[in-house]
């Protein structure tokens, strides 16, 4: 108590942290809930052409945090520091390729839950069969267009989203109408 100042209200130091009433924002008289920053879903795209990435970049910012990688090497560590929401990928690249990258992502506890949908030029169904099978959510062939990878992309996050709400509730697993 000793070390809080006393000043008198109408001191020359309180008036500059008072507002006068011509200043005074208008105060609404309706509660409002919280409001919570709200953050856009993150997603990584690995893509080793610059011009590639930033076109699928500049097209996604608006709607999603968006981060970059050149191959799958650089990815993993990527997504194993920071998981993504969704992963855009590549299937050719340096290092380590989209099939190999994706196999690593579905087989590790951490990262094994996240969306990753495979961009390709190649459209043989043997290379389609051969993505899906690693595990991959989506296969999209090159050229694409950027409307149909952006419903994708948002189907697969609200179906990961939907899922996750569902089972974050309790659930009851005493047996109530088992008949014996």
């Known amino acids: 108590p000793e070390e809080i100042a006393q000043y008198p209200a ?3 130091l309180a008036e500059r942290f008072v507002l006068s009433d011509a200043n005074a924002p208008e ?3 309706t509660p409002t809930e919280v409001n919570t920053p709200i953050t856009k879903p993150h997603l990584l795209i690995v893509e080793d ?3 590639i990435r930033n076109y699928i970049k500049e097209n996604l910012r608006a ?3 968006v981060s970059e990688a050149a191959d799958g090497v650089e990815a ?3 997504a194993r520091e920071t998981p993504p929401d969704l992963i855009l ?3 050719t690249m340096p290092r380590m390729d989209g099939i190999e990258f994706c196999r690593h992502i579905k087989s590790d506890i951490l990262t094994s839950h996240i969306p990753v949908v495979l961009l390709t030029a190649r459209t043989s169904m043997v290379y389609k069969i051969d993505g899906l099978e690693t595990g991959a959510d989506d296969y999209i ?3 694409f267009s950027m409307q149909l990878l952006k419903v994708r992309i948002k189907n697969l996050i609200h179906i990961r989203q939907t899922l996750r709400e569902k089972f974050s509730k309790t659930f009851d ?3 109530s109408a088992v008949t014996v």
Request: charged share 35%; glycine share 0%; aromatic share 4%.
């Open 49 to 51: 052409n610059a011009d």
């Open 63 to 65: 709607n999603y945090d």
């Open 76 to 78: 993993l560590e990527k």
């Open 89 to 91: 990928s590549d299937i």
């Open 10 to 12: 109408k001191s020359a």
């Open 27 to 29: 105060v609404n008289e």
């Open 141 to 143: 062939t090159k050229p």
């Open 173 to 175: 697993l005493s047996p």
